[in-house]
């Protein structure tokens, strides 16, 4: 998911200027013009970064597709406001297909066109985001947890996103006949779990499945390490990292980014490929916000703003901002 406005980092540097303690009570913040979306984003969109990756020419103005360095397709569906980022991973004999966005595009066809081969599915997580378009296809995967499997199997009802939809929040023509006022995300049938470490053969090409609980409880990492990628979904993307919804646990969310660190320590890998928004070159932001979230979970970090929906809004040093309930953690 994208940027909160500004104006919660404008607050927070008021405030950390006129609290001469290290910290202050975050009821004290009035940041309640915080909104969720900023009109303008997609002025910048796609992001400038892309421009170190080679496009590719589609037949679908809907999305925009580059070839990334390790045999990798990054689809980025950049008409709305969610940035997701599909990730066609092409081994000797089979295709992944990390997450599928939230399904307003028609992704099958485009897959199609990139790739002979045979497609699997692998959502990151059963956020709405990520698995609009998996009914597609016949092959889907998920980490094996009922409420991924349940998610995936009964769809999502058009009420979960609706906002999603809302005008401002979609940026392309519709690729296809929609009725945005009902759209519901179709179920379909989950034909394989995996589990935590478990390795996914693509023939000639691996894949370790990482668990990393914390931005929903069926959140996963994939590491490829021999192409130096480590695939992050929502557990990490540049910008602000979200740890409120119902199935978000902030201090299991820490565990996670430790264990990831630690897994990832003696690799060499050159790139983050995320969930959202842009590429990310090296991986230590990894380690960076696995030490901010253990800064939320012991209390350390005093100091937040409260804004949208009540949220606190913790901001780090590091430019990284962490979104919870306004809760301690337990
Ligand atoms: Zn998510």
């Known amino acids: 998911m994208k940027k909160l406005f500004s104006v919660i980092t404008l607050a927070a540097v008021l405030l950390s200027c006129l609290v001469p303690a290290a910290a202050f009570a975050a009821d004290e913040a009035e940041t309640e013009e915080a909104t969720l979306v900023d009109d303008d984003w997609y002025a910048a969109v796609p992001y400038e970064s892309w421009d170190q990756f080679e496009p ?5 103005s809907w999305y925009d597709v580059y070839k990334m360095p390790g045999d990798v397709y990054a689809i980025c569906c950049n008409g709305q406001w969610e940035l997701d980022i599909c990730y066609l991973i092409l081994g000797g ?9 939230l399904g307003l595009g028609d992704l099958k066809s485009l897959v199609d066109t990139l790739t002979d081969m045979p497609v699997s599915v692998l959502v990151s997580h059963s956020h709405y985001d990520h698995v609009g378009n998996a009914h597609q ?25 609706a906002y999603e939809l809302e005008e401002g929040m979609i940026a392309r023509e519709l690729p296809r006949d929609i009725d945005l006022d009902t759209y519901a ?22 894949l370790e499945v990482l668990w990393t609980p914390g931005h929903t409880g069926d959140s996963i990492m994939v590491i490829d390490e021999a192409n130096g990628i480590l695939f992050t979904g929502d557990t990490y993307y540049p910008d602000d990292l979200y740890a409120w919804s119902d199935d978000s646990d902030v201090t299991v969310y820490a565990d996670s980014m430790c264990k990831a660190a630690d897994r990832i320590a003696d690799m060499d890998l050159d790139w983050i490929y995320p969930g959202h928004n842009e590429i990310v070159t090296g991986t230590d932001v990894i ?35 962490i979104v919870t309930l306004d809760e301690d953690p337990a």
């Open 56 to 60: 590719v020419e589609t037949d679908q």
């Open 93 to 101: 004999d089979q295709a992944l297909l990390l997450d599928t966005g």
């Open 137 to 161: 296809f016949d092959d889907v995967w998920c980490y094996d947890s009922e409420a991924c499997v349940d998610t995936l199997t009964n769809g999502i009802e058009h009420d979960v996103f």
């Open 185 to 206: 995300i179709p179920g379909t049938e989950v034909t394989r779990t995996v589990k935590d470490g478990e390795v996914i053969d693509l023939g000639g090409r691996t």
């Open 287 to 321: 380690e960076e916000v696995a030490g901010d979230l253990e800064q939320i979970v012991s209390g350390e970090k005093t100091d937040y703003v409260i804004g949208e929906e009540d949220y606190r809004y913790y901001d780090f040093p590091n430019d990284i901002r």
